[in-house]
């Protein structure tokens, strides 16, 4: 494999194989309709046709059938002089009385010329009508080099023998233009409705893979960010071990270093986990009534902060959360204070407000940009330099409880999270 083609599928992701994937179910979903509306438009097209030549034969048989009440018989001969003298004979659509036969009788054609009919046709159609006896319909060529439908009947003489026909023209170009108005109507019809459904194929395919397109990047972008959260303590983590080893003498004071980042490594797992399982939908809330104020003091009792200066004013509030993951949320709040919320050289000052549903975290730290405030918590990066993890979780957590995450700063500085959480009633 060339190393274009090894680029080619590096950076092929598998989100992208399902778009691709969503373009041919569009296609397959496209193509199928339009052979289904393709034998449906062959069938009405035929259909039409069909219905068109029926009322063409159905009126030509009613001339044919009016012309032949008035052929008379003088003994054997046959009398057409009567049909000069009906309305027929100057009427549309015309007709002929032909024999079977040369010289049996004399031919008769109506007065009236209707169709560019080429006689010579009319005589053989007369020939084979009576020798099956039966009526014969179709089209002939006419004088134009078009053609023109015709319809043959065939009549017996006074001793039950056929001895000639009558052979009724019409000219079918009014009923071929009405069928090619219908054609251009069903071809323009199934072109819309191939159109149509290619747009509902579309869209249909879309919402049918676009959970598995979702989870694929989150899954991806939770790759990327595992890696990219996890390289920094590792590579301390590293730094340390091998330091040990070079320095047996430095182990005592290098050891508890080396615990507190293996903490923090644990830490960032469990929250990429949280964060994951929240952004894929598999994380079962476990809602019921939670007293926010003695939760938000359980969590603050268990921080350690032995240099940071942490305030906690509450009011009894009770909220329907889950505890363990308010639990998370508002410790990843206090985390991040104590770790960003200072001024350099100086301990951490936190003050934290429970009331109404919401938990307050305020710090004495630089603050944080408003105008990426958003961007912090959705691609996991911060003004101050953190990952944005914890900051991502307690959103989360938020949002899946239907209730808000809001950050600004004081005035007179640092930033302000504000996390609120439904009452319970």
């Known amino acids: 494999m060339t190393a274009s083609a090894s680029e080619r599928v590096a950076t092929t992701s598998a989100a992208d194989r399902l778009r691709r994937l969503r373009l041919l179910l569009t296609l397959l979903f496209t193509v199928l309709n339009a052979a289904g509306l393709l034998v449906l438009a062959v069938l009405l097209v035929a259909q039409d046709r069909a219905q068109g030549e029926l009322r ?8 044919a059938a009016a012309a032949s009440r008035l052929v008379q018989y003088n003994g054997d001969t046959v009398v057409t002089a009567f049909i000069s003298q009906d309305q027929i004979d100057t009427s549309c659509p015309e007709f002929a009385v032909l024999p079977a036969g040369a010289g049996d009788f004399e031919p008769h054609f109506s007065r009236r010329d209707c169709a560019p009919v080429d006689q010579r046709y009319l005589h053989g159609l007369a020939r084979k009508a009576t020798a099956s006896g039966r009526f014969v ?13 015709v319809v043959t009947q065939p ?15 019409s000219d079918p170009a009014a009923e071929l233009a009405r069928h090619r108005g219908v054609v251009l109507w ?11 459904v290619g747009v509902a194929g579309h869209v249909l395919s879309g919402r049918a893979i676009r959970p598995a397109v979702t989870a694929l990047e989150q899954q991806e972008v939770l790759l990327a960010e595992t890696a990219h959260d996890l390289r920094t303590p590792v590579a301390a983590l590293r730094a340390l071990a091998e330091t040990a080893w070079r320095n047996p ?22 929250d990429l986990l949280v964060r994951a399982r929240l952004a894929a939908g598999v994380e079962q809330l476990a809602i019921q009534p ?26 009894p509030t009770k909220v329907n959360a889950d505890p363990s993951l308010v639990q998370r949320a508002v410790g990843n709040l206090l985390d991040n204070a104590l770790r960003y919320g200072r001024q350099p050289g100086s301990a951490a000052i936190v003050h ?11 710090d004495h730290g630089p603050g944080i940009d408003a105008s990426v405030a958003e961007e912090s918590f959705d691609r996991f990066t911060s003004g101050a330099g953190s990952s944005g993890l914890g900051l991502s979780i307690v959103r989360w957590t938020a949002q899946a409880h239907g209730g808000f995450l809001r950050v600004y700063n004081a005035d007179e500085g640092g930033a302000i999270f504000e996390l609120e959480f439904p009452l319970a009633q």
């Open 56 to 63: 063409m034969d159905a009126e030509l048989r009613r001339v």
């Open 249 to 270: 003498a430095d182990r005592p004071d290098l050891l508890p270093r080396t615990v507190r980042l293996a903490s923090r490594m644990g830490s960032i797992i469990d």
């Open 137 to 149: 319909e179709g089209y002939v060529p006419s004088t134009d080099g078009g053609l023109v439908r």
């Open 352 to 362: 934290i407000t429970v009331a109404g549903g919401r938990v307050t975290v305020a």
């Open 155 to 169: 009549f017996l003489s006074s001793a039950g023998q056929y001895v000639g026909a009558i052979v009724a023209v």
């Open 186 to 196: 069903v071809v323009g019809g199934c072109l819309l409705l191939v159109g149509a």
């Open 290 to 315: 939670v007293w926010l104020d003695q939760l938000v003091t359980g969590v603050v009792e268990e921080t350690s902060a032995p240099e940071a200066q942490v305030t906690v004013t509450t009011a």
